[in-house]
């Protein structure tokens, strides 16, 4: 089965230490994205890649870092430079991500980052 | 800026009833898309229905229904006969061409009664 998938669904990290999340995808697809949600707000956009070896920042990108080094794999490292990194973290993928015309955007489960 | 309000922080709706959700936006771009994405307890986002902002006709998709008013900037989404497994959080999103990328609303909290 195609899909979307992020490791692992729940993390704890002490206040301090950098974290990786996981995402993966077997879709084919060139896009990627890593959104946090926090509570009483919608999903906000950390970081996207529309291609390999190539990634943009989004609106809250402070704290954060990517990387793209292969087309399936899109890890997001939360570092302690992040104020505030508990939250719900989304990642996402389309087939294009050019923005010519609009692909529908496939979530993955997600992970609940917690700091203690 | 580009922005999306859900005015509407939580709804309820007895079962096999009709329940509208209202979204806002604001673009100054003529050519967008609008969504409604479902996140039940589990998390998974899922895609309702979508509205190309050039097609003038409202999307259906079985119970699943939009009224798009463009020059109102207004996007709401109908559920009708609503089953007890639509209750989840309500999403309204704007895609715009560039940059490419998604801006949501705060979201609606539906909750269906039996």
Redesign the interface.
Known sequence: DGGITQSPKYLFRKEGQNVTLSCEQNLNHD?M?WYRQDP??????IY?S?IVNDF?K?DIAEGYSVSREKKESFPLTVTSAQKNPTA?Y?C?SSID??????N??F?G??TRLTVL | AQTVTQSQPEMSVQEAETVTLSCTYDTSESDYYLFWYKQPPSRQMILVIRQEAYKQQNATENRFSVNFQKAAKSFSLKISDSQLGDAAMYFCALFLDAPDKLIFGTGTRLQVFP
Not at chain 1, 40 to 45: I, K, S, T, V
């Open positions: 896009a994205y009483g707000q919608g999903l906000r956009l996207y529309q943009q989004g719900f989304l996402a991500g050019t923005g010519i015309s609009y529908e955007q979530f489960p997600g």
